[in-house]
């Protein structure tokens, strides 16, 4: 008998999983694809306040997701970054005085914190290089936290495993039985499943979710809002990032990514449904255009490496625009009919940790277990900065798997010891000891698992090495 039965492994069911184990409940979680599969891998990647909520004066996300983004730093150091933002001036779209008090505002709301506050610059003197025209003279610049979304929600996952909670990837629920004191939940593999609470953290399924398969019919309405990123050949030497103001009022980021990289995003572009989005000609088109009315050297299509898009579950508030509707995260209950369920709607990846927090609240009515906080403190798997002696990997490869797994970096010394020298090439500098490491310690089990999220080799990945790692993932599977 679980304690806790939660459904969905994106960054908020791992995010509950991990607190709830964490406090000694006895807890399983479902996904019926991989871990971080859906939403969690196609965010914009910022722990940030959320600047622009300001201006629809979402103070309190604002501050939570700004005092968010200073326990993330230290609880994942290693997938994370700070990274400064410049936000280049246009009077035309908002005043000097609005910037400056929405940044006196955005330094200021999360309390003490360690990133540096924000301050005007000359754009022409501020880095080596500027991208922008020269009719853009000044602006100001803020700092926020850029993460590696899937692996957040990966170690979160292996954290709850390494806690005692069951994690369940590629199952689905056939039915489930309620009853006064607990739920059966039966999986398509034939086992069943009993729990005392569920809780649904399905992201945009919510409501299908509630609708199909428990029969419940919800109070509220989602707004399935998509967003859509281009991953451009680097458009300027720099690690800072820009946050462009658009003419639609909207605003969006051009961000170095991955050495080689820009990351330009997103769009609100809303959809019907929310499986498989694809990013459309329209949006394409909106993404390159924005940045060309502010960059000196124009992008094209054929500077598009990859694109991805996500669909944001988005909490119906009879808002006009899409790009206005809040950020913030909501909850319902059901308990009258029997053991209760509880739903999560909304949140972002930089709430995950708090919005995982109001779920034990909400738990503690119907569960006896630790009221006590942990998660604010508590370092994610390959985060401690203990020494690594003795590592045999070569140097030549080191690096990226470092930024990748931090310290986890030992165990994968033992897959790399397994053979000679790491055995069969795939690609660059992907081995198979890495294949085999992330088969065995982080639950991937296809091509996309590993190329997508456990890593992002896949963003220029060519026909032939995923064919060679197939065949090495049914090596070792
Ligand atoms: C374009 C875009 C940009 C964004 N940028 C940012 C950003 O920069 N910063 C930020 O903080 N937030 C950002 N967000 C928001 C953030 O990504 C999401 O709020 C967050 O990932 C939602 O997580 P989730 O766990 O609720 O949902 P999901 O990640 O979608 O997870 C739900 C999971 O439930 C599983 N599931 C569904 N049905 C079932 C079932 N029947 N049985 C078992 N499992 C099931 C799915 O497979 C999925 O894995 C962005 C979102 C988008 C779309």
Redesign the pocket.
């Known amino acids: 008998m679980y304690d806790v039965l939660i ?7 791992v995010g509950i999983a991990r607190d709830a184990v964490g406090r000694g409940l006895n807890t399983c979680l ?4 991989d871990i ?5 891998s ?7 306040g959320g600047i622009r909520y300001l201006e629809n004066y979402d103070f309190k996300l604002v501050r939570e997701s700004l005092k968010e983004r200073d326990i993330i730093k230290k609880i994942a150091p290693h997938i994370t970054k700070p990274i400064k933002f410049v936000l280049p001036h246009v009077p035309s779209l908002r005043s000097s005085w609005m910037i400056r008090m929405g940044l006196f505002l955005y330094d200021r709301l999360g309390g003490k914190s360690s990133f540096e506050r924000s301050k005007f610059i000359y754009l022409n003197q501020q880095f080596d290089e500027n991208p922008l025209k020269e009719n853009f003279k000044g602006g100001y610049m803020y700092s926020d936290l850029f993460v590696d ?1 899937s692996r957040l929600a990966l170690l979160n996952a292996e954290d709850a495993i390494n806690r005692g909670a069951k994690i369940y990837v590629n199952t ?2 056939t039915k489930v039985i309620r009853d006064n004191e607990y739920w059966s939940v039966y999986l398509e593999n034939g086992e069943i499943l009993k729990s005392k609470v569920i809780i649904n ?5 919510t409501i299908s ?1 509630l609708n199909n ?1 428990f029969g419940i019919k919800s109070k509220k309405k989602l707004r399935l809002v998509q ?3 281009l991953v451009v050949k680097k458009i300027y030497d720099g690690d800072q990032a820009y946050i462009l103001q658009l003419s639609d009022k909207r605003i969006i980021f051009m961000i170095p990514y991955k050495k080689n990289y820009t990351l330009i ?2 769009t609100d572009h809303e959809v019907e449904s929310f499986e498989n989005p694809k990013i459309t000609d329209q949006e394409r088109t909106y993404l390159i255009n924005s940045v060309n009315s502010f960059i000196k050297k124009k992008i094209n299509n054929n500077d598009i490496i990859w694109t991805y898009s ?4 988005l909490v119906e508030d009879n808002n006009q625009k899409a790009s206005k509707i809040s950020r913030d995260y909501t909850f319902e209950i059901d308990d009258i009919k029997g053991a209760p369920i509880i739903t ?1 709607f909304g ?4 709430t995950y940790r708090k919005l995982s927090e109001q779920v034990m609240e909400k738990l503690s009515k119907y569960l006896y277990f630790s009221s006590k906080s942990w998660t604010y403190n508590e370092l994610l798997p390959g985060a401690h900065n203990n020494e690594i002696d003795n590592i045999n990997i070569s140097e030549k490869i080191i690096g990226r798997l470092v930024e990748t797994y931090g310290n986890k970096i030992s165990k994968l010394n033992e897959y790399y010891n397994e053979f000679e020298t790491g055995g069969e090439l795939i690609f660059g500098d992907f081995y198979e000891f890495e294949v085999k490491y992330l088969i065995k310690e982080e639950m991937a089990r296809t091509s996309e698992d590993i190329l997508f999220r456990r890593t992002k080799l896949g963003i220029n990945f060519p026909k032939e090495a995923k064919d060679k790692l197939e065949i090495i993932l049914k090596r070792h599977l």
């Open positions: 459904i969905g492994g994106g960054i908020n069911g479902i996904e019926k694809g971080a599969s859906q939403t969690s196609w965010s914009t990647k910022l722990i940030h979304d689905n629920i953290a399905t992201g945009p399924y979710v398969i967003g859509s990123h995003g997103t996500g669909v944001r579950p999560v949140g972002k990846l930089t």
